[in-house]
Each structure stands twice: as C-alpha cells, then as structure tokens.
C-alpha cells in the first residue's frame, strides 16, 4: 500500500467526530500527508451554525468554515489543513464528492455505531461511504 498523500476527515462539527480528526491529523503528521477537513451541513448542525452565524455576522457555510478553522488549529496546530464545506441532502454523497474534489487517497471518519432500528431507519453514512469509495477508509469507532 502506498503511503497517502492527502487525508480527508468529514466531521459533523460534534465532539463525537473529534476522535476522527485527531486519528487523521496523527497520520497527516506520521506520513507528511496533507489534510483536508470537510462538513455537510444539513440536518442538526444547520441550526447551530445559523444561529452562530447570525451572532458573528456569518453565512451558512462562512459560520462551518470557521468551526472547521477552529477544529484544525485544535488538532492539528501550526500546519496547513484544506477545508471543505458543502450542502449535501445526504451526507455520504457530500464525502464522495469531497474526497474526488480533494483527490484524497484515504478517508477517516468516526462511526456512532447506531445499531437496530435507528441504523435500519437512518442507513448509515459510514457503511455507504465504504462501499461507495474509490479509496481506502479508515472507520474509527466512537462508543459513549
């Protein structure tokens, strides 16, 4: 396998997808990879970020590229992170699509683990992006 060159990590902007971002930046770091951050905004995470964005004077997307900002200078201090920010209906197609944009050659995400009915209902977003990738995926597991 050959080393990556360029490590997407999605995040939902939740502490919970912080465990991927720090298992990202650790490779980023380990393998002289650069590292891209990227979020879809829909669903919960749409309010919060409106709501933060009308306290700062923000857009949308202006508001999820800030906390992106905010979460590569936490992880991944003094380096360079790209940051990606779309609009997707369905998260899974908004990863695909990031990961072709960037020309990542791995991604790393969080799993929540949903099982039973909430996975059955919900799908899961880990799931499609492992069948759906052209590259490697790392899936870490976040429990609790």
Avoid: C
């Avoid at 396998?1 to 502490?15: A, E, G």
């Avoid at 971002?21 to 951050?37: M, Q, R, T």
Wanted: charged residues 25%; glycine residues 8%.
């Amino acid at each position: 396998m050959d080393v990556p060159k360029t490590i997407l990590v999605p995040t939902d902007l939740s502490n919970r997808s912080e465990v991927a971002v720090d298992y990202g930046a650790s490779l980023a770091e380990k393998f002289g990879a650069n590292l891209v951050l990227f979020t879809n905004v829909n669903g919960p995470e749409e309010q919060e970020l409106a709501d933060y964005g009308r306290v700062e004077g923000l857009s949308i997307g202006d508001a999820a590229d800030a906390a992106l900002k905010l979460t590569a200078h936490t992880n991944y201090p003094d380096k360079e992170v790209a940051r990606i920010v779309r609009f997707d209906d369905q998260a899974a197609d908004g990863i695909l699509a990031a990961a072709e944009e960037s020309s990542a050659d791995l991604i790393v995400m969080a799993s929540h683990g949903r099982t039973g009915m909430s996975r059955w209902m919900l799908g899961s977003v880990a799931e499609k992006i492992v069948r759906g990738s052209a590259v490697p995926v790392l899936i870490v597991p976040v429990r609790g």
